[in-house]
């Protein structure tokens, strides 16, 4: 008879997504306090028994939810870095930065709302603020790596800056409503702002001359 240590059949794989589906539609919508086996066993429409074989507790659940989400995140993440990389001038950069905001913010599945759950229960458990702490740090690198090459004198810290002003905005529009028009543009405008303080400081202290100063 098979165990849930064993390695999951095709149909069983299928079920076991299902379920983490399930999770990140109630996490996402009601929030991480309203997940249980029960709430979770009945939007999956499967049996209570059938949640507990793949999942021995809530906080396993929580852990591969976590995971499940990163891994289905890291598409958009991918596409967004490779993005990011093609900018060719700051207006650019603060131009693909907005549309990465208003599509987390725009995502019908409501998983920007779950990430934040996510980041909430990783102030209560190592193990998913390890894995958010890594996620956020391999976007931070590959925008650092951007900043570096538009030519910042501090990519690390103007990274953890833009990265600081994205989450504020994600936070300040995050609704169950259609994103208007205005909020928009203020994000837009928002970020363009950020950008072009930025892009004058790198003028006023390009790498070369920061070199000099520390030789």
Known sequence: MPTATDPPSKKGAERKSRILDAALTIIG??????????????????PLGAVGYYFANK????????DAHSQRELQ????TISSIGDAGSGTDLAERLTDFV???LQNDANSLVAEYEFLVEASRRPEV??????????????????????????????????MAAIAGLEVDNLTSDALTRMQ?????ESLMRLVEALSLAWARNPPERRREKHS
């Open 29 to 46: 919508r009601d929030g991480l306090a309203a997940l249980s086996m029960r709430t979770l066993a009945t939007e999956a429409g499967l």
């Open 59 to 66: 906080k396993q659940l929580i852990g591969e939810a976590f």
């Open 76 to 79: 958009r993440v991918v596409q």
């Open 102 to 104: 208003v599509e987390g």
């Open 129 to 162: 603020a390890r894995a958010s702490t890594a996620w956020l740090q391999a976007l931070q690198a590959q925008l650092a790596n951007v900043l570096r090459r538009l030519g910042s004198s501090e990519p690390t810290t103007d990274a953890r800056l833009i």
């Open 184 to 188: 928009t543009t203020a994000i837009r």
